[in-house]
């Protein structure tokens, strides 16, 4: 059994975290899986760190050097399709449907009768809808034998294109947390915290700084927090395009001094940040899935997420791992933010509850999933 798994950047380190969970159940099952990405990394993604390698435990093939963007449409045609004439399998699993050369990849594997599964991030709630794309969407999954959606978002955006649930494999997602990361460590660490550490409500943002990820929004909401919370503070870790007009806003909005802009940080060096506030805020107005939200949970942190991050229904339960509240909505997003106050009231409880949620989303599992979903397209065959 052959598997040939296609990824489009090396830079997603969660991307990585899994296919080295993948790479050793495959070699434990006498499955030949090989990995390919087919460039380094994205543009602005320089802005949050470079290329770890060290998430990539497992053999693969780079087929281009530097930025995908900037790798011509007709060079990753010819070195894609060159790598899948090379290299027989009985299944190809595709980076996504939305370029021109996921769909040569498509055709192509269609023209050699190979088996062929795609990763899925896509939710309904993801981008403005056109009959052009909706049918091309609907061609593209009805010829793919295996779909491998993040959560149930993308489950449900699937299905409604009518792709039968049997075609369907759901839940292969997972963040990449730092190297050694263990629950009953960050569970022990709460334990050592003085009940003191969340009367001053402490808030966190973590991502680009990019206009959809809702910041003007968290600064309003923000402020009438702060106004209720004099010793309220929010931190926004990430770098991007906006960094200043963020600066002029939170000047505008007199909060200079409860407001921080740290800069673009690795995980490791934000945990400090999880342990002391009371939510993760992700205010983001499109967002497929949102793994920061993972990455808040699995250190006991609860998270007020917006409802068009894909996460949502997987992750956020209501009074108990945070609160979810309408994109765009300054009120509603001020109520949930004072409601996670009320969480970190008893934070033991409260960690206990986003630990537990996290143990189903780990690199082990999704790998798990995957492969499942691998042997079982190939065994479908008739």
């Not at 380094?40 to 770890?52: A, C, I, K």
């Not at 370029?99 to 981008?127: K, N, P, Y």
């Not at 022990?188 to 680009?208: C, L, N, S, T, V």
Request: aromatic residues 10%.
């Amino acid at each position: 059994m052959k598997i040939v798994f296609y990824h489009n950047i090396l830079w997603a380190k969660y991307k990585g975290a899994i296919f080295s969970r993948l790479f050793s159940l495959c070699r434990d099952a006498g499955v030949d899986a090989s990995f390919v990405q087919i460039a380094e990394t994205n543009p602005g993604y320089s802005d949050l760190g470079g290329v770890d390698l060290s998430y990539h435990n497992y053999p693969f093939r780079l087929l281009t050097r530097g930025v995908y963007a900037d790798v011509s449409l007709m060079k990753k045609i010819w070195v894609i399709g060159k790598d899948l004439l090379l290299h027989r399998s009985d299944l190809v699993v595709l980076p996504g449907y939305s370029l021109v050369e996921f769909w040569m990849m498509l055709t192509l594997c269609m023209l050699l009768r190979r088996r062929r599964a795609v990763f899925c991030d896509s939710t309904a709630l993801d981008g403005q809808k056109t009959r052009v794309k909706e049918l091309a969407k609907r061609l593209f999954f009805s010829h793919c034998d295996g779909i491998f959606c993040y959560g149930t978002r993308s489950m449900e955006y699937v299905s409604s294109y009518g792709v039968s649930p049997t075609k369907i494999h759901f839940q292969c997602h997972a963040a990449a947390l730092p190297h050694g990361y263990d629950p009953d460590v960050v569970q022990a660490a709460y334990g050592a915290q003085a009940k003191e550490a969340f009367k001053a409500p402490d808030f966190i943002f973590i991502g680009r700084l990019s206009i959809e990820k809702g910041l003007f929004d968290l600064l309003e909401a923000f402020s009438l927090v702060h106004a209720k919370f004099l010793a309220a503070r929010l931190n926004l870790v990430g770098a991007g395009p906006l960094e200043d007009a963020l600066k002029q806003q939170i000047a505008k909005l007199g909060l200079g001094d409860a407001v921080t802009l740290l800069g673009a940080r690795a995980l490791h060096e934000v945990v400090p940040l999880l342990y002391r506030s009371v939510a993760l805020v992700l205010p983001s107005s499109r967002e497929p899935w949102g793994l920061v939200v993972n990455e808040a949970l699995s250190y006991g942190c609860p998270v007020v997420v917006s409802d068009r991050c894909g996460c949502v229904p997987d992750l956020v339960i209501e009074g108990v791992t945070g609160y979810s509240f309408p994109a765009g909505s300054i009120e509603r997003l001020s109520a949930a933010m004072l409601a996670a106050v009320d969480l970190s009231k008893d934070r033991a409880a409260t960690v206990k509850s986003c630990l537990n949620m996290m143990s189903a989303f780990t690199p082990e599992n999704a790998a798990s999933r995957i492969l499942t979903g691998c042997k079982e397209i190939i065994e479908s065959r008739v």
